[in-house]
């Protein structure tokens, strides 16, 4: 019964949020998300705790003004994708910017695969439609959601951008590896690892773990691992690419991974410090050290 309403609230929301006028669909959008800072539930509680691992100097006053506001710039992202079956090919294009986009485009055009990393910020599906509607199709992987329905809706709505989302499973390494050596763009949202294989990282000054995908791959392919950043703008997105992650020279293929992916929270957390408001982690990232994954 949870899971039937859980799916039928998003397609209610999907069917309105679309359909309404497009300023009247954004102002309801932040009044639902000033009632979900207001109920001040788990996920607004661990949006909280992370704000503040993050930004450790901010006063109560100022922490809350800034997860009132991240909620706001997580339901910008909902309200984004129930309506983003309607925009242009032109209103998709002239909505972002790009920095560095030839970090990019380079491996892609010289047929070396590029892995892109970035966390879960801005909007990454806005992003990810640009490089589809601008001729680099791409490949990612996506949690299994609950209910089914909702998780084969969501992989429709991806799959309409054009990006070819596969499930989180063991053989999704495989086909992304095809892909890499075919020259093509994966694309990894990587601030969170959701498997027992994480690598462990400094990040902010406490431990976490992040995906070792990312990494292996560039060592397994000799693909580019870049990392992106996607933050809001008053009008769209913003994305800034890094450069390539090289591979270090020595070292067995677990330290290299080690290396190359604290290199990825690095960047990460350049960017996360200075534009918090925009990055939508409602789950844990750091563990306490006397606390088993299992459960976080």
Known sequence: MGDTLVYWGYNLA???????PESKAYRLTDRFSDFIYARNGKGVNRLRSNYQRVCPELDSAQLEFLVNAGIRSSMRYWCDTFRFPSWSKERLLSTTVCENENFLRDPIAEKR?????LPHAGNWDHAGAYFCATGIPL??????LKPEKLFRKFLEYRTAIGMEVLDLDSRSIAVLSQRLRAGKLVALVADRDLSKSGIPVDFFGKGAQMPAGPALLAIQTGADLITAFVKYEDVGIRIIFEEAIAVPESGSV?????????????RFAKHLAVHTVDW????????????????A
Do not use: Y
Request: include cysteine; charged fraction near 20%; glycine fraction near 2%.
């Open 113 to 117: 695969g590029c892995i892109v990393a």
């Open 14 to 20: 999907w069917k309105i949020i679309r359909w309404i």
């Open 254 to 266: 677990p330290e290299k991974a080690a290396a190359m992916t604290q290199i990825m929270a690095d």
């Open 280 to 295: 939508h982690m409602m789950q844990r990232i750091w563990l306490d050290p006397n606390e088993s994954k299992t459960n």
């Open 139 to 144: 490949t990612t992987v996506a949690e299994h």
